[in-house]
């Protein structure tokens, strides 16, 4: 099969959550740029109206708090009026944390737990129960991390709640298989984003990127090949229950 076909979106509908910065917004361009029509979720409606804007009809904005369940199934309503059902979830909404194990509050423990673990796995229950039901086929890509592996200091809170992403994709892999749904995840290294920029230019930060053997954070654009592979129904048709490391090989060194 030709590239351009294998990787061909045409067809898909793909519902991005954190689609108001970083990775989110690019993937949400990268998938309609490659044929699929994509529904842009988060907060800040300002930013996703003006990406809606730069990617034209084939995208939709819904709101989307990764805090309030509620608005979990008005997202999928939302983005099923305007495109029909959605065949793809990108569940990257993720908030950090930089505290101290010790220093950590109940609260902080609680708001990085809702949004990087309950609302991921609420929100593949969403769309796994809706292709169930409708006896179609779907694809769920979870956003994990280097951390879901690894840890450093000050990240304990935000590398629990990913190494739990990673062991998810996993445990939704096994039993959503025989639906034919498959569940796979990325898990990014240090990319220049909203949520690492101020670290990566500090001079831990620096001393940080020394420790990639590649010797740079990456930009969000080096994820594109990894959500194409995951995103196509035809490219990883025989994947699920991966989680592909995309860190400039930043594993084989942690620091
Ligand atoms: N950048 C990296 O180096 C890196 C590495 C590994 C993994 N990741 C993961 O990649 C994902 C994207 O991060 P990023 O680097 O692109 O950071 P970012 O630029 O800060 O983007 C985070 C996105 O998550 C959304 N979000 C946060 N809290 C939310 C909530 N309560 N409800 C709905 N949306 C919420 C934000 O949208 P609103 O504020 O508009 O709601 C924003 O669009 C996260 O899961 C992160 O953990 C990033």
């Known amino acids: 099969m030709l590239a351009q076909q294998l990787f061909d979106l045409t067809g898909e509908v793909a519902l991005v959550t954190g689609a108001s910065s970083g990775l989110g917004a690019r993937f949400a361009r990268v998938l309609a740029a490659n044929g699929a029509k994509v529904v842009l979720a988060a907060r800040r409606l300002?930013?996703?109206?003006?990406?809606?804007?730069?990617?034209?009809?084939?995208?939709?904005?819904?709101?989307?708090?990764?805090?309030?369940?509620?608005?979990?199934?008005?997202?999928?309503?939302?983005?099923?009026?305007?495109?029909?059902?959605?065949?793809?979830?990108?569940?990257?909404?993720?908030?950090?944390?930089?505290?101290?194990?010790?220093?950590?509050?109940?609260?902080?423990?609680?708001?990085?737990?809702?949004?990087?673990?309950?609302?991921?796995?609420?929100?593949?229950?969403?769309?796994?129960?809706?292709?169930?039901?409708?006896?179609?086929?779907?694809?769920?890509?979870?956003?994990?991390?280097?951390?879901?592996?690894?840890?450093?200091?000050?990240?304990?809170?935000?590398?629990v709640s990913k190494a739990a992403v990673a062991q998810m994709t996993q445990a939704m892999a096994l039993e959503l298989a025989r639906h034919d749904i498959r569940v796979n995840a990325i898990a990014p290294g240090y990319i220049v984003t909203e949520m690492t920029d101020n670290f990566l230019k500090s001079p831990a930060g620096q001393k940080r990127i020394q420790a990639i053997p590649q010797r740079r954070a990456g930009?969000?654009?080096?994820?594109?090949?990894?959500?194409?592979?995951?995103?196509?129904?035809?490219?990883?048709?025989?994947?699920?229950?991966?989680?592909?490391?995309?860190?400039?090989?930043?594993l084989t060194s942690f620091t």
């Open 46 to 159: 300002d930013r996703l109206e003006s990406l809606k804007h730069e990617i034209g009809a084939n995208a939709h904005a819904v709101a989307f708090d990764a805090a309030d369940r509620s608005s979990f199934t008005k997202a999928f309503d939302a983005a099923e009026r305007v495109f029909g059902r959605v065949t793809l979830l990108v569940n990257n909404a993720g908030i950090a944390t930089g505290s101290f194990f010790v220093d950590t509050s109940p609260e902080e423990w609680d708001r990085i737990q809702a949004v990087n673990v309950d609302a991921v796995w609420l929100m593949a229950q969403e769309a796994a129960r809706r292709w169930i039901t409708a006896k179609e086929p779907g694809a769920i890509i979870n956003i994990a991390s280097v951390l879901s592996y690894r840890v450093s200091l000050a990240n304990s809170a935000y590398a």
């Open 219 to 250: 930009a969000p654009s080096d994820l594109d090949g990894a959500l194409l592979l995951l995103a196509s129904r035809h490219a990883s048709r025989f994947m699920t229950g991966s989680v592909v490391v995309v860190d400039g090989g930043h």
